[in-house]
């Protein structure tokens, strides 16, 4: 038999809305989804704000689930399981994915599941064209997170590796401000680094030889920021084609920076679990230059990478609805009309499984 799911996510400045359907022994179908992208709101103020982040989705839960009705030709009455981001994320804003899904579950006498934000980054690339197979290593790379993960099957994870400090989207961003572009800066300075020069300067890769799978770019964007202090500091002044050579070089020498630590501890993990396949996921995956080198490099050694579609490397509802799905079919998590909309802002995937059933 099968069961629609419709998730919501809200953890940060993504409205996301979706319905899958489940097939007996296959991945679920993604039937419709909506997203709304709160970035223009917070260009202002440099970053995410989040009072401002709680209400917009306060704003917009309700029309977007409607839309993605409207788009399936399904009523309320046709979802089976209702599912939110439960964390981690922004408290404020979990809680409002948190409260419409359990009070449309609660009005409809729908049980309701609470999914874990990265755990629906990580199933993501299920929905791709060319889907994994377990079992896997995952690497996790987002604004909050950067992670190695060996990943057994749903619900089954096991932490290799971590950042100690900035994750990689957040030095991607951080950089970016430094180089004077606007919020969300991760992906105008992939474009800027188009223009530059890798090899410009000698920037720093944390922990690259630490000899385990833990992470570190604070240094980097230390590093960053020595060179725009010196740069700004210099006598005379650069012409403006030599100003925006300067930041066309930094910013394809951080982004270099950032995917070399990124590609080496994956082989790592990769040889560490003696494991063939990598899944990566999160907003960072979607960097082309990251995935071309992951791909050369894993082809060398016969390691098969896979991707979500480039639409849904950032926050969507179509990752938490799958995640609850597939939570659902893997026999992992018992469907419940448990509408208490606890969330939790901070919650380690590892402890993901156990947490889930309390």
Partial sequence: MSVRVLGIESSCDETGVALVQTRCGQIPDLLGQALYSQIQLHQAYGGVVPELASRDHIRRV?????QVLQDTQLQLQDIDVLAFTRGPGLAGALLVGAGVACGLAAALGKPVLGVHHL???????FLSADPPEFPFVALLVSGGHTQLMRVQGVGRYELLGETVDDAAGEAFDKSAKLLGLDYPGGAALSVLAE??????????RPLLHSGDLDFSFAGLKTAVLTQVQKAGNEQPMPTAAGQETFRCNLAASTQAAIVEVLVKKSLMALDQTGLKRLVVAGG????????????????ARGIRVHYPELHLCTDNGAMIALAAAMRIEAGVES?????????KPRWPLQTFAKDAST
Avoid at 195 to 204: E, N, V
Avoid at 335 to 343: G, P, S
């Fill in 335 to 343: 469907t419940q009309a448990d509408y208490n909309f606890e969330v």
């Fill in 119 to 125: 755990e629906g980054h990580l199933l993501s690339p």
């Fill in 62 to 66: 309700l029309p977007l689930t409607q």
């Fill in 195 to 204: 223009q530059g020069d890798p090899k410009a300067f000698k920037l720093p």
């Fill in 284 to 299: 960072v995956g979607a960097n082309r230059v990251l995935r071309e080198q992951l791909q050369h490099n894993c082809a």
